[in-house]
């Protein structure tokens, strides 16, 4: 386990750093995001290519890492190339040079050596849960098999949502209300967590929750209190009017039917 895990994490480094000396040359690492996704679908696979004997576990976990990452990835990084560099980075590397760093020390130390640390930590389950050799695929698999499933169809439904709204010059301004939106103010964020706490049941049902719980506790605190709904939020509050009215009516996670105005 330990030298699989090792070789994973030298692939990342390697990774990340050709990345990183991308960023340096094109002066964005906003498409680190992108990575965020893709990253996870190679950690999956050179853990299931290591595997001594690779089970149903296995498989799953590989397979619904693919199916998540791949969406999310190739998403961000359309999304990358259509928008162009993330005001978050903008703003993080104005902080880093009022602190002195070069544009390359930012790059590498307050984006990239982190998401790689905080990536391989919430692809634990992923990784450990493939590691097992139990052949038997009991029914808290299953269920965490189900509920990573429904949090790929939501989030994928949730972003298709919101670009068709964005895409439409008449809503320029306006609050994406409707759909899943109207029930949740960060569906695509609930989504994400419904599949890396359905990966986790798996990896518990193979043997390895217990050691992978930390993968999905780290991304649940990002997306709750860190880098999700925090950074976006006061951007909504600033730039659209009705935002503050619509926070009041809709839960901000967990679907429910708005409370009335």
């Known amino acids: 386990m330990d030298t699989i895990l090792l ?14 000396a991308v960023s340096v040359r094109v002066r ?11 990253g996870i679908v190679v950690l999956a696979w050179a853990t299931f290519m290591q595997a001594p004997t690779p089970g149903p576990h296995a498989l799953a976990l590989a397979g619904l890492a693919t199916a998540w990452g791949l969406r999310l990835g190739l998403y961000l990084l359309r ?12 703003s993080l590397e104005r902080a880093a040079a009022a602190q002195g760093l070069s544009f390359a020390a930012f790059s590498a ?19 450990l849960g493939q590691l097992s050799e139990r052949g038997v695929y009991s029914a808290l698999a299953w269920w965490g098999t189900a509920l990573a499933a429904f949090g790929v169809a939501y989030e ?3 972003d298709w949502q919101l670009v068709r709204f964005k895409s439409k010059p008449a809503n320029v301004g306006k609050v994406m209300d409707r759909g899943l939106w109207r029930y949740s103010r960060h569906p695509n964020y609930f ?3 419904c ?11 193979a043997g390895a929750g217990r050691f992978s719980l930390l993968g999905p506790t780290l991304l649940t605190l990002l997306l709750v209190g860190v880098s999700g709904a925090p950074t976006t939020e006061p951007h909504l ?19 429910w039917p708005p409370r009335a105005d």
């Not at 659209?240 to 009215?245: S, W």
């Open 7 to 20: 070789v994973n994490l030298s692939l990342s480094f390697v990774l990340f750093a050709t990345l990183w």
């Open 195 to 205: 599949v890396w706490w359905g990966l986790w049941l798996i990896a518990l049902d």
């Open 191 to 193: 989504g994400d967590l």
């Open 109 to 127: 130390l307050w984006v990239f050596a982190p998401q790689m640390l905080l990536q391989f930590i919430v692809a634990l389950p992923v990784m």
């Open 156 to 158: 994928s439904i949730a």
């Open 237 to 255: 509050k600033r730039t659209k009017p009705e935002y503050e009215a619509y926070k009041k009516r809709t839960s901000a996670f967990i679907p």
């Open 28 to 38: 964005d690492p906003s498409f680190i995001d992108a990575w965020w996704a893709l």
């Open 79 to 90: 999304r990358w190339r259509d928008h162009g560099k993330d005001r978050r980075y903008d």
